[in-house]
């Protein structure tokens, strides 16, 4: 069974980081896409950044030059490293796999808030 493991995510102020984390179980994960997705309280779940099997990356412009997306093959683990947080980036995160069948983890929150 595929399994995705979101972690990371917590309270933070304005300018400030987080780095959240994906672990992925039971797939070959070097193989497939992943992506982040992220759904703010009242709106509707939105494309953050992908990344292909061969590092292609993707972002959406709400992110681009602040945010991170890489993967580590060898542990199965995808991250979004996100720099300069606003408020408007308080949303629960959501870790995303396409295997032919599409697959998402459980979310972790962050809270941008001073």
């Known amino acids: 069974q595929v399994q995705l493991v979101e972690s990371g995510g917590g309270l933070v102020q304005p300018g400030g980081s987080l780095r959240l984390s994906c672990a992925a179980s039971g797939i070959i994960f070097s193989i497939y896409p992943m992506g982040w997705y992220r759904q703010a309280p009242g709106k509707q779940r939105e494309l953050v950044a992908t990344?292909?099997?061969?590092?292609?990356?993707n972002y959406s412009d709400s992110v681009k030059g602040r945010f991170t997306i890489s993967r580590d093959n060898a542990n199965n683990t995808m991250y979004l490293q996100m720099n300069n947080l606003k408020p408007e980036d308080t949303a629960v995160y959501y870790c995303?796999?396409?295997?032919?069948?599409?697959?998402w983890g459980k979310g972790t929150l962050v809270t941008v808030s001073s």
């Open positions: 995303h796999l396409n295997y032919g069948m599409h697959t």
């Open positions: 990344i292909t099997s061969g590092g292609g990356i």
